[in-house]
Each structure stands twice: as C-alpha cells, then as structure tokens.
C-alpha cells in the first residue's frame, strides 16, 4: 500500500491515480478515500492528478489513540501534501472533510493551493449554539456518540438511509450502496470514530474560512439531513470573499455518490475556470 508516516509514527494510506494538475480529496465521517471514486475516476480520465488518503484511524490507516482532532486531521494532510510535493492542488473536502481542508489552509496557508472546494461541509460550526440556531442540537450529537458505543453496526446501517436520502419518499437509492457505506464505517477504529464526533462537530472554523484566498466553491444538497445547510454552506458563503455556490434541490448528504454525474461536471467546470 501507499503511504505516509507522520511524525507521531501514524501511517497514513493514499491513492494516487492519473497525471496533470493536482486535485485532492479529504473524506467525511465514518467513509474513507473509497468514497470518492468517482470523482476520482472521472477527473483522472480527464487529465488530472487525483490523490485520497484515509483520515487517521478510518479505513487503511493506522489507529491510534491520539489526534482524533481538526488540527491534527489538517497536520496530516500537510504531511501528505509535502511528503508528495505537490503544488497549485485543488484541495477538495466532504463534511467532515471539508472542515479538514479549511484548517489545513488555516494552519498551513494557501502556498501550495490553487483552489478549495466544499462539499456539504461541516463548517463554520456543526453544533447548535445561540449564535447558531440552525446547528445540530448537542443532545443529537451525544446520541451519536451512545450509539457507536453501544451498537455500532446497527447504527452505521440506519445512518446511512439518512446519509443518503434513502428515507425519503420515492427514494432509488441502491441497496447497494447503504451496505458500502456500513462496510466503510465498520473500518473505522471505534475510538478513533467516537473522538471525531467531537472534531467534526464542536470545531469553529470561523476563522479558518477568514484566511481562506483562494477561489472557492461550496456544493450541498437542499435535502441534507446530516449537516444542515443553513447553518454550513450559506454560513460559510458569508465568510469566505472569493466565493460560488451551488446548491442541489432535494439532494442528499451523500449527493457524492447519488448525484455523482452532476457533481462531477460541477467540480470539473469550476476546476478548468
């Protein structure tokens, strides 16, 4: 396999595929790079460079006990970037990821970035506050957290109807791909995935997307049940100064995978601009 070692002995895996300007892509909770096959796939054959890593404790990566936090999660993906020596990269994120990407630029500024994309991502702040009244309520998120420790596999698999929008009314969504979903989240270190719960949630990204200066475009569904768009992407448009949107009526969290091909065309446009 591929990877990294950062300098606290964790192993950081990645995929690299294709050749040309440099697009990279940080995953959401509980996912790993899987996730972003197609994206990766689709802007290989059209002529980029496109490198996923699995977060530390997700997927291929090492488990360990410390740095289940933004700050780390952003350190490693610097050590991913310098260890590889890439430059003008597109830095692409997912929830989670997307909060990943932000304080990476924070921390580590825009010097090896040309772009920055989020996508149904977790900034500025996930966690309902009075300052925040669209946010994911605290008592929701501490049921996230009982729920990976009491049963969660049960729980990943219910998770994912929402995820995906496969709840919904009408909803096509695979079988398929609720069960890609439980497999990646059962790969998840179980402390590893509870100490996220806390980064991707109770992390203020404010200022991080103060620093952002590069263009930047923000992606989300209309019908997002994980991350509620008013209090991430419409917050996060008011802070960033170079910035588009674009916003998917009825689409879900997952709009990745269930509406990938419009998705795709969207990311590669605003790349080529």
């Not at 396999?1 to 606290?8: H, Q």
């Not at 002995?9 to 300007?21: H, N, R």
């Not at 002529?47 to 740095?67: N, T």
Request: hydrophobic letters at 40%; one cysteine or more.
């Amino acid at each position: 396999m591929s990877t990294i070692t950062t300098d606290d002995g964790t192993e950081i895996y990645y995929k690299d595929w294709g050749e040309g300007p440099v697009v990279t892509f940080s995953h959401g909770w509980p996912l790993n790079a899987d996730a972003w096959d197609q994206q990766m796939f689709f802007l290989a054959e059209h002529g980029y460079r496109v490198i996923a890593h699995d977060r530390r404790g997700h997927g291929r990566s090492s488990q360990p006990s410390s740095g289940n936090d933004m700050d780390t999660y952003a350190d490693d993906l610097a050590a991913l970037i310098n260890a590889l020596d890439l430059h003008d990269a597109v830095l692409v994120g997912h929830s989670t990821g997307g909060g990943e990407v932000a304080r990476y630029i924070g921390r580590h500024g825009s010097d090896r970035v040309a772009k920055a994309v989020l996508i149904a991502a977790v900034p500025p702040l996930l966690i309902q506050s009075p300052d925040n009244p669209a946010g994911v309520p605290k008592e929701v998120l501490d049921g996230l957290r009982a729920s990976v420790l009491a049963d969660r596999s049960t729980f990943y698999q219910e998770l994912a109807t929402q995820f995906y929008g496969a709840n919904r009314p009408g909803s096509d969504v695979p079988r398929g791909l609720l069960d890609q979903f439980w497999l990646w989240g059962m790969q998840v270190g179980l402390k590893n995935a509870y100490e996220c719960i806390a980064a991707f949630s109770e992390t203020d990204f404010t200022d991080d997307l103060k620093k952002i200066d590069v263009p930047t475009l923000l992606m989300q569904g209309e019908d997002d049940q994980i991350v509620p768009i008013d209090a991430s992407s419409r917050r996060t448009a008011q802070l960033v100064e170079d910035v588009r949107e674009v916003y998917y009526p009825g689409a879900s969290h997952g709009l990745t995978a269930t509406l990938a091909d419009r998705v795709n065309a969207d990311l590669l446009a605003f790349i080529r601009e």
